[in-house]
T-cell receptor
Framework: DTGVSQNPRHKITKRGQNVTFRCDPISEHNRLYWYRQTLGQGPEFLTYFQNEAQLEKSRLLSDRFSAERPKGSFSTLEIQRTEQGDSAMYLC????????????FGSGTRLTVV | QQPVQSPQAVILREGEDAVINCSSSKALYSVHWYRQKHGEAPVFLMILLKGGEQKGHDKISASFNEKKQQSSLYLTASQLSYSGTYFCGTEIDKTSYDKVIFGPGTSLSVIP
């Protein structure tokens, strides 16, 4: 068990470019979550998967954001036509769909849009 | 829908106690507590389920009052390692397991 792995750790991109982040959850976890965190705030929910099915996407999330979890293993989060307001830490977490089970977070991908 | 946390920040001397509160306007299925140190990912501390239970984790414990939709995190005899930001996260009472919505956090600083 190597924990939740996220790549890259840091990403600097120019406004208007597309970026993709990857998350590798703990292998036996069937739930995977994406959150966004800005300085001084709590993690903000973006979307989550159970196995390969995307169960919910935040209504606050722009159509520029899309996420996939092919075959219920790793997940990718893509942001198209990035804006400066997208600059944040993007956190991935995994868990078991089981009463009383908490989330294990990855170290995150810090995105800076210039 | 985001839970409310209080206080926003607290400074303690080593050995002092602290209480962090979390409240929601909606009926809750569970409350999670996490600690995040600067530049690191949030780390799971404990989860409290509907049923009004109380849990302990070393010198950190928590309670959950489902009728009041409130939870409190208790840190006793604080240590320097307790410093960080504490987040509560809530799951709305539903028939299926849902996602966690996090509060804004409480910054805790323990000084010698």
């Amino acid at each position: 068990d190597t924990g939740v792995s996220q790549n890259p750790r840091h990403k600097i991109t120019k406004r208007g470019q597309n970026v993709t982040f990857r998350c590798d959850p703990i292998s036996e976890h069937n739930r995977l979550y994406w959150y966004r965190q800005t300085l001084g705030q709590g993690p903000e929910f973006l979307t989550y998967f159970q196995n390969e099915a995307q169960l919910e996407k935040s209504r606050l999330l722009s159509d520029r954001f899309s996420a996939e979890r092919p075959k219920g293993s790793f997940s990718t989060l893509e942001i198209q036509r990035t804006e400066q307001g997208d600059s944040a830490m993007y956190l991935c977490a995994s868990s078991l769909r089981q009463r009383g089970y908490g989330y294990t977070f990855g170290s995150g991908t810090r995105l800076t849009v210039v | 829908q985001q839970p409310v946390q209080s206080p926003q920040a607290v400074i303690l001397r080593e050995g002092e106690d602290a209480v962090i509160n979390c409240s929601s306007s909606k009926a809750l299925y569970s409350v999670h507590w996490y600690r995040q140190k600067h530049g690191e990912a949030p780390v799971f501390l404990m989860i409290l389920l509907k049923g009004g239970e109380q849990k302990g984790h070393d010198k950190i414990s928590a309670s959950f009052n489902e009728k009041k939709q409130q939870s409190s995190l208790y840190l006793t005899a604080s240590q320097l390692s307790y410093s960080g930001t504490y987040f509560c996260g809530t799951e709305i009472d539903k028939t299926s397991y849902d996602k966690v919505i996090f509060g804004p956090g409480t910054s805790l600083s323990v000084i010698p």
